[in-house]
């Protein structure tokens, strides 16, 4: 059985002997997301870049009972889980003026009210120049909160996953969409246990193919 590890594969590497300046807009904010977010913000932004924050990994330990679950079964969904030698990518959408009122109302009751998230600031480095990182709004999901699942094997998170279903969709639509995001993104870009969760989906359904059931969701 796999054990859960924290390692994650290096993110690509700032340029030497320099420290990243952070850049900060007072008119502006930027929103990280890395579960639903990245194929769904239904809010309107201004710009939106792909990359990665490090300190962080992804993990399938936040229980939905609305989005991809029910009170009876619920579904398992991201949240971040603070790791030294994590790097945990996404996408992070920039809101000016009135779109920031506008998206944060409506993130309030999808992620907080409906999904148990609490907001955190984090440092994003966009794929294409990680050397200019912005702060960025994040929704990470405590084990503090009531909705939290914690840890299992990956064998059971995929077995759980793939017996829910909730307002927004199947429990098992949401990981293919992260895991095809993730293979646009590139070889750099790594998530073992999300690997580890479709292969166990993999086994799970003999006639499964990860790539052509995530490309006919789009």
């Not at 580890?196 to 799970?204: E, L, N, Q, S, W």
């Amino acid at each position: 059985m796999k054990q859960e590890s924290t390692a994650q594969n290096n993110p690509p590497a700032l340029p030497p002997a320099q420290f990243p300046r952070v850049d900060v807009d007072p008119q502006a904010l930027w929103i990280f997301g890395y579960g639903s977010l990245v194929w769904r913000p239904d809010f309107a932004y201004s710009d939106s870049r792909v990359g990665f924050v490090r300190g962080y990994s992804r993990r399938f330990w936040q229980g939905d009972t609305f989005h991809r679950g029910s009170d009876k079964m619920p579904g398992r969904v991201v949240t971040l889980l603070e790791d030294h030698e994590g790097c945990t990518w996404g996408v992070a959408y920039q809101v000016q003026g009135e779109q920031v009122s506008e998206a944060l109302k409506y993130l309030n009751v999808r992620e907080a009210v409906l999904g148990g998230y609490d907001t955190k600031e984090v440092t994003f480095y966009p794929q294409d120049t990680p050397d200019q990182p912005l702060k960025a709004l994040a929704y990470v999901a405590t084990p503090q909160n009531p909705g939290y699942l914690g840890p299992a094997p990956e064998e059971a998170i995929a077995t759980q996953i793939l017996a829910c279903s909730g307002f927004s969709g199947h429990n098992l639509e949401y990981l293919l969409r992260l895991a095809d995001f993730m293979q646009l993104c590139g070889p750099q870009a790594q998530d073992e246990h999300l690997t580890a969760i479709v292969d166990a989906v993999g086994t799970m359904l003999p006639c499964f193919c990860p790539t052509e059931r995530a490309l006919a969701l789009v």
